[in-house]
């Protein structure tokens, strides 16, 4: 081989090492602090939120027998509780998340559990460790009832009343 095209190669796979290594450092870096939201969404964000709560000032109506909340079962968290009128509810280890859990398996924005109608449904967000009921992993939102218990990381969490 002639001597400029190792030295090709060798540019070559140096650029491929550090495109590589960028790109580790990247992931770490938004798992430690999450991802950059830019300005404009942020600003849109807040005039939903403010018109979500102009909309909890009337009283939802539930029924008899529905789910109230959602609480962490066993864990590090054990205890903590989100109510399920300020659905959707993010599950992660973010400073977003309305049940923020302190454990390792646990990604920033990790699921999520929302209501369609009278049925809630727990949603994997493309967590690293995923979601899982029982022991299914769950690839699609799936339909969750009082006490089913849905695993994130090494905790539990279920829906009460």
Known sequence: ?????????RIAYLAILWIFVLSAISVIRSDMFGARVPEAVRGAEARKER???RGRDKAPSKRRGSP????VTEGGNVGE???LDQAPILIG???????RLDDDYVSTRHARIAASG????????????????GTVRLTQPTTITLGTQVRVGKTIIELRK
């Open 68 to 71: 109230t909340h959602v609480i």
């Open 93 to 99: 280890r973010g400073n977003d998340a309305q049940i």
């Open 1 to 9: 081989m002639s001597e400029l095209t190792l030295f090709l190669i």
């Open 118 to 133: 009278d049925q809630w449904f727990v949603e994997d967000l493309g967590s690293t460790n995923g979601t899982y009921i």
């Open 51 to 53: 018109k979500r709560d």
């Open 81 to 83: 509780r989100a109510e």
